[in-house]
């Protein structure tokens, strides 16, 4: 539908203020890049203010994974706002809440049997750290105070999550000398089947070194995410499961993601069979409505956490447990789990192995990779994200490159044309 004349103005009045004053994600406010200001969003495409429709390439940022304007988890919200949008978790209750919880605790890996619900994937992470530090204090333990992370990984923002960042590589460099010195293992070999013996020999004797100033390991499991989109053998778990279990180490995974169903298993931990002692969930948790996350635990590391000196988990949100959120995650979940969605999530991959193949003779493509709905070309050379995304653009598409990757991670409804459009844009966009 065509804009009238002062709506098109009152677009770039709004467009102007965001520009001179508004920040966006990894962007400078002295020299912001350009951004499109989106009008409505139904199914899987964004509708812009100049009345262009283009598909979401991006779930959002991975976390819309029915789409948007979803008549289920609309509706969930409707019917809590009417009877409940917000009221403090602090001695007090409700249903949502408890209902989310018994889910997750059904639906998550073996022994996972406690949950604290964060207001975002970040502070799920600064909440797993707190557990395991605590953890080690209760168990009588205090001088393990380091975490094990590993190159290429990436967990968040906020400076706990920053510290178990890639320390060289990742987006937190500038901030070392201020943040906790932690310890830091070789990324796992790149490939769902790749040969892992002198890697697990690595890390099996960096992890004997430190045992004793080693609290836990934090991992996002055979997907790392913003470090690279760097896929590799489920097998590595099962080494790091033993190896923790071996020296005391409580073993962390962030599945903020990877979780509900986006590398084909509903939790990537799935794929090796492991579970770990600590987990993060966020992102697709509430399908992309409502920021919500939560940070699980086993009862083990539970009553370790009542043992410590405060003898109660040092954390709380304002907005813990927000009914409204609760609500529309729960309602996503049950959405996902009443639907054949790995059916869905392997018709996505076939696509994309389909349609992003051809990039391998592209120049400048050094590799592509395919997991569940997952999509990535890597390039020889950084990115140019503003190039790269208004070509996209220019074919119906909406990406958000980043380092050196182009790559796609759609929403599971996703049909399959439009999963060839996306295909054909990001090589359009790599070879222009």
Excluded at 304 to 330: C, K, Q, R, Y
Excluded at 349 to 354: A, H, M, P, S
Excluded at 359 to 373: C, H, I, Q, S
Aim: with cysteine.
């Amino acid at each position: 539908m065509a804009l009238a004349q002062s709506d098109i103005l009152a677009s770039q009045q709004l467009l102007e203020f965001d520009r001179e004053h508004l920040w966006h994600p990894y962007t400078s406010m002295t020299g912001p890049t350009p951004v499109r200001m989106v009008r409505s969003a139904s199914g899987v495409r964004l509708t812009l203010t100049d009345g262009h429709e283009v598909i979401d390439a991006m779930s959002s940022w991975w976390c819309a994974i029915h789409g948007y304007r979803h008549p289920v988890l609309d509706q969930a919200l409707r019917d809590q706002a009417a009877t409940m949008s917000h009221v403090m978790y602090g001695g007090l209750t409700h249903e949502p809440a408890i209902r989310l919880g018994q889910r997750l605790v059904e639906i998550t890996p073996p022994g996972l049997e406690h949950v604290f619900f964060a207001d975002s994937g970040s502070v799920s992470v600064e909440v797993a750290l707190k557990m395991a530090l605590q953890y080690q204090r209760g168990t009588g333990r205090p001088e393990r105070t380091r975490v094990l992370a590993f190159e290429g990984g990436y967990h968040g923002d906020t400076f706990g999550a920053m510290s178990v960042c890639d320390p060289v590589g990742g987006m937190h460099s500038m901030f070392t000398g201020i943040l906790a010195s932690q310890v830091f293992a070789d990324r796992p070999p790149a490939g769902f089947d790749a040969d892992i013996g002198a890697w697990a020999d690595g890390v099996r004797a960096l992890i004997e070194r430190h045992a004793d100033e080693l609290a836990a390991m934090i991992i996002e499991p055979v997907l790392q995410g913003a470090g690279g989109m760097h896929v590799y053998n489920p097998a590595c778990l099962r080494v790091l499961r033993e190896a923790c279990d071996e020296h005391g180490l409580l073993l962390i995974f962030d599945e903020i993601a990877t979780g509900f169903g986006r590398t084909g298993e509903l939790f990537a931990a799935g794929h090796a069979g492991v579970a770990p002692d600590l987990m993060c969930v966020g992102k697709a948790l509430t399908g992309g409505y409502l920021t919500m996350a939560a940070a699980l635990c086993t009862s083990r590391v539970a009553h370790g956490i009542g043992e410590s000196e405060s003898g109660v988990l040092m954390h709380g949100p304002t907005f813990m447990a927000n009914p409204l959120a609760a609500a529309v995650a729960l309602a996503s979940i049950d959405l996902l789990l009443s639907s054949d969605w790995q059916r869905e999530v392997r018709r996505i991959e076939r696509g994309l192995r389909t349609g992003l193949d051809p990039a391998f003779n592209l120049p400048g493509v050094v590799d592509v990779r395919t997991l569940g709905a997952v999509g990535v070309l890597q390039l020889e050379h950084p990115v140019d994200v503003t190039a790269v995304s208004a070509h996209a653009l220019e074919r119906g598409v909406w990406v958000r490159p980043f380092r050196d990757l182009v790559y796609t991670m759609p929403p599971y409804i996703t049909r399959d044309n439009d999963v060839a459009s996306i295909c054909t844009a990001l090589l359009g966009a790599v070879s222009s």
